[in-house]
């Protein structure tokens, strides 16, 4: 839902710059990213990567990044992605596969691709990995396209 700071930005009718406009809103509201100190590193139509660096405080009893942190930068790469046209979406399910723990001090990056967008749904892989290449998680979402823009005005009807 976008309140009216968001109603108030013209939306940009080229698709990357749309794209861009979208992701900086988006962001700008999202304080769970942003707690997590996640950082919005590209978004094109279709398309987000986001990375974000393992603290201390986000390991588990093994010394590695819990896996709920590696799920939520996933999530929110997707999140971007589904939403860089501007149309309001949601996750409508989502799995992930864990293939290497990530270490405190690792800079993850979570890589969204859209695969698949037919009329309100749409399919998107998130590949993680760390700042070496190393693969870390491979996620899979589903999307729902709902009412609503995150900026610019909607369109009557």
């Known amino acids: ?31 769970a990213s942003q707690g997590l100190q996640m950082r919005l590193e590209a978004i094109s139509p279709g398309y987000a990567r986001m990375s974000m660096r393992v603290r201390g405080d986000m390991l588990n009893g ?42 405190e001090g690792d800079v993850l990056s979570a890589e969204a691709r859209e695969r698949s967008l037919a009329g309100r749904t749409g399919v998107y892989d998130v590949a993680v990995a760390n700042q070496d290449g190393r693969a870390i998680a491979l996620f899979r979402g589903r999307s729902y396209r709902i009412k609503g823009q995150m900026v610019g005005q909607e369109p009557p009807g």
Request: hydrophobic content about 40%; aromatic content about 10%; proline content about 4%.
């Open 62 to 103: 093994h010394r590695t990044c819990h896996g709920g942190f590696i799920f939520a930068l996933a999530d929110s790469a997707f999140a971007f992605a589904c939403n860089s046209r501007n149309q309001n979406t949601v996750a409508s399910g989502c799995t992930i596969d864990y293939l290497a723990p990530a270490y």
């Open 1 to 31: 839902m976008r309140d009216d700071s968001q109603a108030a930005v013209q939306a940009p009718t080229d698709p990357q710059e749309l794209a861009a406009t979208v992701g900086a809103a988006m962001y700008a509201g999202d304080a």
